[in-house]
């Protein structure tokens, strides 16, 4: 078979009634955008992109409160230049920045709205560990025009007409959904695009393996104390079989496995985390992950709701996320529901 690339992929979505001809730019200009954070990231000690951003004396901060490496730096960077001006978006939002960055003057404004995490997974940047990028994309409510308010980007992640992420790891890949189906795309290095690799992935509904940090397990809420516990337990305890444990924290390389063999990846509550409402944020990681992850036959939930239906308060808003195989993200929100 001759290999399907991402432009004739989205060309022949956007004839089958799936996305216009503004979201398919959209996306290649982010698959293009991704491309030369692979290019940077590949670089790595020689290309001067390890470390922090900022200098020794004062390390640079995001509105997250955390360090920023200067890798999340150069890749917010390369995607907020890469969508500037092709006329499709009205406003992008991302993980590193306070608020909204608008279109500028020069460009027409489009219906769009663009929110990414630029570099997923920071910490393992310096130990040559896969990172990636997260993206979501939402239309402009209607009858909006001008300048983006941040509150038209308050919607739920049900909304969303497109979500994906990039791994950029031993090869890189992009892994996209428009909404119906998810869909992987290799990187072809030599003839730099991307090709279509795994059509319609579909994650196991069962599962033995499970994804979390078990350095918090002090921390967390008594039912997903009791819930890993029995995982732990294995072939003895109530589950009847022994689990495997898989924890890369990049979120983007745990959920990739999953989507690859089956799994179940958790970022729960815990009384460290508890003021900011979790972890993750919903708006640049579990919203477009879950979207990712429910087209592929699999669930997600904050183990009280579908993550997806949240109605969200804040662009930086944190959620609590159990995602995965179905069967398994059912049975751990059942200790929930129990509790
Ligand atoms: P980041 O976007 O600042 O890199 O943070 C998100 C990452 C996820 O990729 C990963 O699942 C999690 O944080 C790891 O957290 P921890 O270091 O607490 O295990
Ligand atoms: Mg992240």
Not at 175 to 197: K, N
Request: glycine share 12%; with cysteine.
């Amino acid at each position: 078979m001759k290999p399907v690339s991402l432009t004739q992929y989205l060309t022949e979505e956007r004839r089958a009634g799936y996305g216009d001809t503004d979201l398919i730019q959209l996306l290649e200009i982010v698959a293009r955008a991704c491309k030369r954070i692979a290019v940077a990231t590949g670089k790595g000690a020689l290309g001067g992109v390890l470390g922090e951003a900022g200098t020794a004396d004062s390390i640079s901060m995001n509105i997250q409160g955390e360090a920023q490496k200067k890798l999340d730096v150069i890749s917010n960077e390369i995607l907020l230049d890469a969508n500037a001006w092709g006329g499709h978006l009205a406003a992008c939002a991302s993980e590193e920045m306070e608020h909204p960055q608008q279109i500028p003057d020069a460009y027409p404004r489009g219906g769009y709205l663009l929110l990414f995490d630029p570099l997923d997974g920071s910490s393992n940047i310096d130990v040559n560990i896969s990172v990636g990028t997260i993206f979501s994309v939402l239309k402009r409510p209607g009858g909006h025009r001008g300048k983006v308010d941040t509150s038209e980007f308050l919607q739920p992640g049900t909304n969303q007409v497109a979500a994906g992420y990039v791994v950029y790891g031993s090869c890189t890949l992009l892994v996209l959904t428009l909404g119906h189906g998810t869909h992987v795309f290799t990187l072809d290095r030599e003839a730099g695009s991307f090709i279509l690799t795994r059509r319609d992935v579909q994650i196991p509904e069962d599962t033995s393996e499970f994804a979390i940090n078990m350095s918090n397990q002090r921390f967390w809420e008594a039912p997903m104390q009791r819930y890993i516990g029995d995982l732990l337990a294995g072939k003895e305890g109530p589950r009847g079989r022994d689990f495997n444990m898989r924890w890369v924290a990049s979120m983007v390389a745990d959920v990739h496995r999953i989507l690859t063999r089956g799994g179940i990846f958790s970022y729960p509550l815990d009384s460290k985390i508890k003021a900011k409402g979790g972890k993750l944020r919903l708006m640049y990681e579990a919203n477009p992950m879950s979207f990712i992850v429910e087209q592929a036959g699999g669930a997600a939930s904050t183990g009280r709701g579908r993550i997806m239906e949240v109605q969200p308060e804040g662009l930086h808003q944190r959620v609590p996320v159990i995602l995965g195989s179905k069967n398994e993200v059912k049975a751990a929100v059942q200790y929930h529901t129990d509790a």
